[in-house]
């Protein structure tokens, strides 16, 4: 599975962007992609998932600004950022779970990721 990442950029403080990933050759019926952030010194962190038939799934820091959703295809999820933070500044990833099961923020559970989009937040 191919992973890509588009839509990151540059924008001030309480700002929005909406990140795209599209995941080619999903063969696998039941599967789960997420959204993760790293930035230096710190652990990749769960930003948001979402399962095949809709449930989402977002982490603490981010609910009620972020919205993950999923293309009419299944292979294409969107995070649509709003009220964007500085501390939200990071690389942030796309990743798919072929096994599906539960829609889970550890990245333990995904096997296939995309080389990133920057995203960077001014105060």
């Known amino acids: 599975v191919e992973v890509v990442e588009s839509g990151g950029g540059s924008v001030q403080a309480g700002g929005s962007l909406r990140l795209s990933c599209v995941a080619s050759?999903?063969?696998?019926?039941?599967?789960?992609m997420g959204w993760f952030r790293e930035t230096p010194g710190k652990e990749r962190e769960g930003v948001g998932c979402?399962?095949?038939?809709?449930?989402?799934r977002l982490s603490d820091s981010v609910d009620g600004r972020f919205t993950v959703s999923q293309g009419s295809g299944k292979n294409t999820l969107y995070l649509q950022m709003t009220h964007l933070r500085v501390e939200d500044s990071g690389m942030y990833y796309c990743?798919?779970?072929?096994?599906?099961?539960?829609?889970?923020?550890?990245?333990?559970?995904?096997?296939?990721w995309g080389q990133g989009t920057q995203v960077t937040v001014s105060s």
């Open positions: 990743a798919v779970d072929n096994t599906g099961g539960t829609c889970s923020l550890d990245a333990y559970y995904y096997d296939d």
């Open positions: 050759q999903i063969t696998y019926y039941d599967h789960v």
């Open positions: 979402i399962r095949e038939d809709g449930t989402a």
